[in-house]
C-alpha cells in the first residue's frame, strides 16, 4: 500500500477531538525550543520512554528512527511517499498502539520510519516527530516564549484567526497566500517568489537538501498585522498545495483550536 504524505521539517543556514487532554489548570508539557522549533522530552510509545521527540504541526503524520521502531519491535506494514518542500522519497511506515505526551494521549497513531537525517541535522538526540496525526486531536497552548505546551489550556483573549485544511494541516490567510502554520521550520518558506530572490540559503528537510533563493527584508500581513520574518525562502519546486509554511514560532505565542478550526496568535495574557 502506498499513501503520499506531508512532513515539513526545514533548517535554512543563512472535528470531535479523539484524545484525552489535561484540564484547563493542569500541569504544562516542558519544551526546548533549538532554532526556534519545540523539542518534548516526555514523549512514550506504548508504555516505553521518554523519548524526545520535536513537535511539528507543519507534518502531516509522525516520524521515528529506524533504530527506534526496531527496538519496540514495530514492523513495516506499508510504505508512502513523502513529500517535502526540496522533494519526494519512498519510506516504510507502521502504526503504534498508543502515543502519551505528557498527560495527553492517543491510539493508533501512524508513524514513520526513516533515517531522520534532516532531524538529527537540528540535534542527534531527537528520536522522532509528533506531527498532525497526533497534535490534532487537541487544542492546546503552544507557548515559544514560555517554553511550553499545554493541552486543554482555557481559551485565551486574541482574535482568532479562521484556518483551513490543507493535506491535514491548519493554513492561515496571509499577504503571501494561505501558508500552513509550520513548527517545523525557523524560516519563511514561499512557494511563489513575491519579489526579487538572492541565492545564498540551503534548505534542508527529511528527503535532501538543495540551495534556494532567499527573499531580503520580507514584509507579511496576516490579519491586521505586519509581521517581517527573520529569514524568508523561495522553494519553487515544492509539491504541496499550499502557498508556503508560516513558521509557528513567529509569534512568541500561539492557541490552537483543532476542534473549533481556529488559532490565536500572541494571546493576551491571563488577567
Known amino acids: 500500500m502506498t499513501h503520499k504524505l506531508i512532513f515539513s521539517l526545514i533548517i535554512i543556514t543563512a472535528a470531535p477531538l479523539a484524545g484525552r487532554t489535561l484540564p484547563p489548570s493542569g500541569p504544562f508539557v516542558k519544551l526546548e525550543i533549538l532554532g526556534g522549533r519545540p523539542v518534548a522530552s516526555q514523549v512514550f510509545l506504548n508504555g516505553q520512554g521518554p523519548f524526545r521527540f520535536l513537535l511539528d504541526t507543519g507534518a502531516q503524520t509522525n516520524q521515528m528512527e529506524e533504530a527506534l521502531a526496531r527496538k519496540l519491535g514495530l514492523a513495516p506494514s506499508y510504505q508512502v511517499v513523502l513529500a517535502t518542500a526540496s522533494g519526494a522519497t519512498r519510506v516504510p511506515g507502521g502504526r503504534v498502539s498508543e502515543v502519551a505526551l505528557g498527560e495527553a494521549s492517543a491510539a493508533n497513531q501512524e508513524f514513520l520510519f526513516t533515517n531522520m537525517d534532516g532531524v538529527h541535522a537540528l540535534s542527534p538526540e531527537i528520536q522522532g516527530v509528533l506531527g498532525q496525526e497526533f497534535l ?136
Request: proline share 9%; aromatic share 8%.
Open 136 to 271: 490534532s486531536r487537541f487544542d492546546y497552548l503552544l507557548d515559544f516564549r514560555g517554553r511550553r505546551l499545554v493541552f486543554g489550556a482555557s481559551v485565551p483573549d486574541g482574535a482568532r484567526m479562521p484556518v483551513r485544511t490543507v493535506d491535514g494541516r491548519m493554513a492561515i490567510s496571509t499577504s503571501y497566500g494561505d501558508l500552513v502554520l509550520d513548527s517545523g521550520t525557523e524560516a519563511l518558506i514561499l512557494f511563489h517568489a513575491p519579489a526579487p530572490a538572492a541565492p545564498g540559503g540551503t534548505l534542508q528537510t527529511a528527503s535532501g537538501t538543495g540551495a534556494v533563493p532567499m527573499v531580503r527584508g520580507a514584509t507579511m500581513r496576516i490579519g491586521e498585522r505586519t509581521y517581517r520574518p527573520a529569514m524568508a525562502a523561495v522553494a519553487t519546486n515544492a509539491p504541496c498545495p499550499e502557498d508556503g509554511l508560516l513558521p509557528a514560532s513567529l509569534f512568541g505565542a500561539i492557541f490552537i483550536s483543532n476542534s473549533a478550526h481556529y488559532v490565536i496568535a500572541e494571546p493576551r495574557p491571563e488577567r
